[in-house]
């Protein structure tokens, strides 16, 4: 029997477990050690948050790559950022690779400002070549919509890239004129593969809509570098709420064929005072957290002819009597609007009304009672009640004299119900007692509460 050279095995051994140790502090080193989930799981195999994690992870590296500032807007990913406090300390203990990111939706949205995306066709390709299939979506400039030499050329919209079945959404944000941002609506042409992606599912896109411009920290999501609101509770209500509908610019400017606007000096002053007090009211609500609508004229002259009705005097909003507060008075007269009139109560057919300059600010409250809504009114002389019946609505952004309001988004419905089907027809003499379409009489307040029902300053 050959006899056993000891000193080759020792040699052969510590080269042996030399290797192993090497290959160990390679793993390590870049699989366990890395923040978020690991390349494999317990079975050997990826997993759905292992390939959205991956997924995500190379995304982020193209756009750090080519410096596009994109922040995480995917709702179910900020909705777990928002819980954060709470399950911090459970999740140090039971999830310490991708708690967030990994949502279990085949979807991962970002946001992009569209002034700062350059379009360089090396960020296409190089998506392309780590294995990205990429679709964009494309339509029309609403901001050259509403000039008359321009029919609007088409603008980024969306750009979908899929990987290994995951799918990253980014939605261009747009600058408006009122101080806000846009985003247009997911409008798939006939030649769109419908199975690449799960659309219904997209965060965005399902309509058009408005967001205010969102402060943004650099933070780190599951080990990534990401960008997100500030104040992501405050973007996530603001999403959910965000659907805008764009002014009739090709109705409005037939209208305008048919009754051209007044181009007077004073019609001129009044839409000034008009946008001056319309911009104050909405920062005055805004500080009480107060959301208001037009309503009445001025919700007409938004729908009809995206303006202001010259020869309406006046500007006129709603509030859902659920959101009034105490202290709307005075925050008004802090404002440096002085009170004209205070019809009502709270329980019963409130309203006010302003004072700025020679315009009046009528608010007027709304009531829910089973399948409608509607408000009241009061005549001062006689005490007699009315009240304005209206389908129930919801609200939508919209623009109006470079601010961004609210509207019924059932806009058609609700000033068919006040103004009747030739709503489109001027009407100069106006009689609120009996003109409106939806009006009916209700009682008269009882001449012992006038003097705290019906007050005129």
Not at 212 to 235: A, C, K, M
Request: glycine share 4%; with cysteine.
């Amino acid at each position: 029997m050959p006899r056993v050279n000891r000193t080759a095995v020792l040699t052969l051994l510590i080269v042996s477990s030399s290797v192993f140790l090497l290959f160990q502090l390679y793993y390590y080193r870049n699989y366990v050690s890395k923040p978020g989930p690991h390349i494999l799981s317990r079975t050997g195999h990826l997993t759905a948050s292992d390939v959205q994690w991956q997924t995500v992870k190379t995304f982020l590296a193209l756009a750090r790559r080519f410096r596009l500032p994109l922040f995480l807007a995917d709702t179910t990913a900020l909705t777990l950022l928002s819980q954060d406090a709470l399950r911090q300390r459970d999740r140090l203990v039971r999830e310490p690779h991708c708690s967030f990111l990994c949502t279990g939706r085949p979807i991962t949205s970002f946001a992009l400002h569209a002034n700062l995306w350059k379009y360089d066709p090396g960020f296409l390709s190089a998506a392309e070549q780590k294995g990205f299939q990429l679709l964009e979506l494309r339509g029309d400039d609403p901001r050259l919509a509403s000039l008359d030499s321009l029919s609007g050329e088409e603008i980024p919209l969306h750009i979908l890239l899929r990987l290994n079945d995951h799918i990253i959404q980014v939605v261009f944000l747009y600058e408006r004129s009122g101080n806000y941002l846009w985003y247009g609506e997911l409008r798939l042409k006939a030649d769109v593969d419908r199975s690449f992606a799960p659309f219904k599912q997209l965060d965005f896109g399902r309509h058009t809509g408005a967001l205010d411009r969102p402060e943004l920290v650099l933070t780190v999501v599951d080990g990534l570098d990401v960008r997100i609101p500030r104040n992501v509770s405050h973007f996530l209500s603001e999403q959910r709420h965000a659907r805008f509908l764009e002014c009739r610019y090709r109705d409005a400017r037939n209208f305008l064929q048919l009754y051209p606007d007044d181009s007077s000096p004073e019609s001129v002053d009044f839409r000034r005072k008009v946008k001056t007090l319309l911009h104050l009211a909405a920062r005055t609500l805004a500080q009480l957290n107060i959301p208001f609508w037009l309503s009445s004229g001025t919700c007409l002259g938004w729908f009809r002819q995206c303006s202001v009705i010259s020869y309406s005097r006046d500007v006129d909003i709603g509030i859902f009597i659920v959101d009034f507060r105490s202290d709307i008075i005075a925050a008004f007269r802090d404002a440096g609007l002085s009170l004209k009139h205070k019809f009502g109560k709270v329980e019963d057919s409130l309203e006010l009304s302003f004072l700025s300059e020679d315009v009046k600010l009528d608010i007027f409250f709304f009531y829910e009672d089973r399948d409608v809504v509607w408000n009241g009114g009061t005549q001062a002389k006689s005490g007699k009640k009315f009240k304005y019946i209206f389908p129930r609505f919801s609200l939508c952004w919209a623009e109006l004299l470079e601010l961004k309001v609210r509207v019924p988004c059932e806009t058609l419905d609700y000033v068919t119900a006040n103004y009747g089907a030739t709503w489109s027809i001027p009407v100069r003499s106006w009689d609120w007692k009996s003109s409106p379409s939806n009006v009916q009489e209700n009682g008269v307040w009882p001449p012992a509460e006038w003097a705290e029902l019906i007050q005129v300053y």
